[in-house]
């Protein structure tokens, strides 16, 4: 009968370097194991990454003042730098978003006074058109026209 395991060949993979190092919790280390003991291949993985033997690379911490008092001027100067820029007034950004706004005014200025200038052609060809019918009833009106109604018998 096989016992099931938690861990998946993934897992120790993706955990290997961490047990090496001891940082696995005791629970984690005894999943890791456990699928270790049942999976010949995750236990060869393993044992190549143990025959590396990769050691963390030393450091050097720097303590010299000048080092620091350098890193402190250079540190000063991008500071004010910064400062200097965020007071020079409308930042680049903001410009663009001005200047696209004001384009797009502008278009839509054009095309309404397009739409204007074309309603007043059409006003001013209506009332011409007006004109020249209202002319022509005045000349029909001149002759009279009387109604005189027929006398009829019942």
């Known amino acids: 009968m096989s016992k099931h395991v938690p861990f998946h060949c993934q897992d120790i993979r993706i955990c290997a370097a961490a047990l090496l190092d001891g940082q696995l919790s005791p629970a984690e280390e005894q999943l890791m194991e456990e699928h270790l ?5 995750c236990s060869d993985f393993l044992g190549q990454l143990e025959e590396q033997h990769m050691q963390p690379p030393r450091l050097q911490i720097i303590q010299d003042d000048e080092y620091w008092s350098e890193m402190d001027s250079v540190l000063q100067a991008e500071l004010e730098r910064a400062e200097s820029n965020t007071s020079k007034g409308i930042s680049l950004q903001w410009g663009i978003l001005y200047a696209a706004i004001l384009l797009l005014s502008l278009l839509w200025g054009g095309y309404e006074h397009q739409k204007v200038k074309q309603l007043e052609y059409v006003v001013q060809t209506q009332q011409h058109t ?4 209202t002319k022509q009833a005045e000349q029909h009106q001149s002759k009279s026209v009387v109604y005189v109604p027929a006398k009829m018998e019942l």
């Not at 003991?37 to 291949?41: G, K, S, T, W």
């Open 37 to 41: 003991f049942e999976c010949q291949e």
């Open 130 to 133: 007006l004109e020249s019918l």
